[in-house]
C-alpha cells in the first residue's frame, strides 16, 4: 500500500495489540490403536470438590469414566471449543462480553471458565435489578412536592465520601481503558455497584424530621445515586452494550430530572471524566494494626501530622484493648493508609 502510493509512512498502525490466546480442559478416552479420541467438555459430567479440583469426570451418554488431558488453547484437534450460541442463548451476548473482558487482560491467555460466566451473569442480574429498584424510588420520589435540602452533617460526609469514591474509581477506569486493560475497567464497574448498594447509601434523619425533610434528604441521596449509575451504564457501555443501552433508555429521563440536564442518546453522551475536586479530602481513615493484625479504624484530618495519628491510635478503643495494658515498643506510620502498633 505504501508502494502503490496509497498510504503514508512505513508502518500504517499506531500500535500493535497481540491478544492472547483462550484455554480450556481438555478431556479423552485413549483408543486401542494408542490415539486419543478427543471429548468435547459440554459433553462430561464433572464432579469436584469443595476447592473445585475435579475428583471425577464422566461422559454424559454412557456414564463411564474419561481422562482430564489439562488445559490446552482451545482447538478444533483437542476437541475443547466452546460454542457461543450455547452462551448467547443461555445467558445474553452481553455475558459473554463481560467474562471474556473481565478473565484476562486481552494480550495474556484467557482460561475459559463456566463458573466465571455464571458469575458474569450474576452481576449484570444485580445491574439490572438495582436499575429496577432504583427507577421505582426515583418515580416516587419525583411524584412528591418539592422539598428544602435538609443538611445533616453526617449526611454531608456520606455524600462526600460516595463522590470521592465515584470519581477515584472513575480515574484509574479511564487509565485502564487507556492501557487496554479491559478486565480491570469491568472491576471498576463491579465497584461501583458494589458502592451503590453499601451503607454510605442509607441515609440519616434529625429526630424531629418531618415528611418533607425525609423527602429532601431521600432526593439528594437519590442525586447522588444518579451521579454514580450515569458514569456506571456508560463505562460499562462498550464492554456490554445491550444491557447498557436498555437501561440508558430506560433510567436516562430520571437522571436527567434528578442530576438537572438534558439526556442525549447514549452514543452522544461525553464520555465521564473525573473532577479532581472530589478528590480533596478533609479527613481520611486509617486502619490500626497492633502487631501486624487489624485491630481498629481511626479517622484524621487529611494533613495531620505523624505525633497526631499516633496518639489517635493509641487513644482509640479497640486498638487499647488488644494491647492489653502493654506499652507501645514502636508506632509505624503508613501516610494515608494505616498505622501499626508494636507490642
Known sequence: MRDEGLVQGDEPFKKLLTQGMVVAD???????????????????????????????VTLKSDGLPVLHGGMEKMSKSKNNGVDPEYIIREYGADTARLFMMFAAPPDASLEWSDSGVEGASRFLRRLWKFAATFAMRTDAALQQAASEPVSVASNDKKLQAIRFDLHTILKQANIDYGRNQFNTVVSAGMKLLNLLESEKFEFDLPADADEAAKAGINRQFLTATADVMDVLIKLLYPITPHIGHALWQDLSPRLGQLLGRTMKALDSETWPQHDSSALVQ????????????????????ADADNAVVESTALANADVQRFMEGKPAKKVIVVKGKLVNVVV
Request: charged residues 35%; aromatic residues 6%; hydrophobic residues 35%.
Open 26 to 56: 481438555t478431556f479423552y478416552r485413549e483408543l486401542d490403536n494408542g490415539g486419543k479420541d478427543w471429548i468435547n467438555p459440554a459433553d462430561v459430567d464433572i464432579v469436584r470438590d469443595d476447592k473445585g479440583r475435579m475428583t471425577a
Open 282 to 301: 478533609s479527613e481520611i481513615e486509617l486502619v490500626v494494626q497492633v502487631n501486624g493484625k487489624l485491630r481498629g479504624r481511626i479517622t484524621v484530618a
